[in-house]
């Protein structure tokens, strides 16, 4: 079964610093890949995702991933913060072909210095 | 109206109370789901719905009982809920549900007593 683990359950940076999210995951065959930031009370927006091609994935609000199939990692990385990226952030593999759903990790919570 | 869409966004409700959470998606997606977010946990996936038909029940007790009478509307009838039921009800819809981006509504936030 798929699963996933970011390891940082909450992040301070400083506004303007850079911001690395960690996630790992365990899947038999290549995954699809996500990204979802949540704002207190507010659903999950999709920020990038991965299914093939360029390992390095942009998105939205100035978010890049990179997909690296030896360490199972998929990290989420901002060159500059701004206090209104605080919020939760979480990983995701899935679905597949055969029936896999998507697994969702714990979350990480980033908080911003001002 | 775009996107996908939850009412009501709170609810209060006693244990003997009976009230449902409604979904609705304008995206044009056959796929909708039920998740469950409590503090501390992760996300957990309750039910699927792929062209109105279920193909998904994560062990989810029978007090919880979702509905879906078409491709665009989800919803979730509560019946005598339990305090630790309390949490985060999230909506999702995606086309098909093999390798679909899944797009979220807001939430219903529901607190029971």
């Known amino acids: 079964a798929q699963s996933v683990t970011q390891p940082d359950i909450h992040i301070t940076v400083s506004e303007g610093a850079s911001l690395e999210l960690r996630c790992n995951y365990s899947?038999?065959?290549?995954?699809?890949l996500f990204w979802y930031v949540q704002s207190p009370g507010q659903g999950l927006q999709l920020l990038l995702k991965?299914?093939?091609?360029?390992?390095l994935v942009q998105g939205i609000k100035g978010f890049e991933a990179e997909f690296k199939r030896s360490q199972s990692s998929f990290n989420l990385r901002k060159p500059s913060v701004h206090w209104s990226d605080a919020a939760e952030y979480f990983c995701?593999?899935?679905?597949?072909?055969?029936?896999?759903?998507?697994?969702f990790g714990p979350g990480t919570r980033l908080s911003v210095l001002p | 109206e775009t996107g996908v869409t939850q009412t009501p966004r709170h609810l209060v409700m006693g244990m003997t109370n009976k009230k449902s959470l409604k979904c609705e998606q304008h995206?044009?997606?056959?796929?909708m789901y039920w998740y469950k977010q409590s503090a501390k946990k992760p996300l957990e996936l309750m039910f699927v719905?792929?062209?109105?038909?279920?193909?998904e029940n994560n062990s989810v007790p029978s007090r919880f009982s979702p509905e879906c009478p078409n491709s665009s509307h989800l919803f979730l009838h509560l019946h005598t809920l339990q305090p630790e039921d309390s949490a985060l009800y999230l909506c999702?819809?995606?086309?098909?549900?093999?390798?679909?981006?899944?797009?979220f509504g807001p939430g219903t936030r529901l607190l029971v007593l």
């Open positions: 899947y038999g065959a290549t995954p699809y």
């Open positions: 719905y792929n062209f109105k038909e279920q193909t």
């Open positions: 991965y299914f093939s091609g360029d390992t």
């Open positions: 995701a593999v899935g679905p597949d072909n055969y029936g896999q759903n998507f697994v």
């Open positions: 995206l044009g997606h056959n796929a």
């Open positions: 999702a819809s995606s086309q098909g549900t093999s390798q679909g981006t899944q797009y």
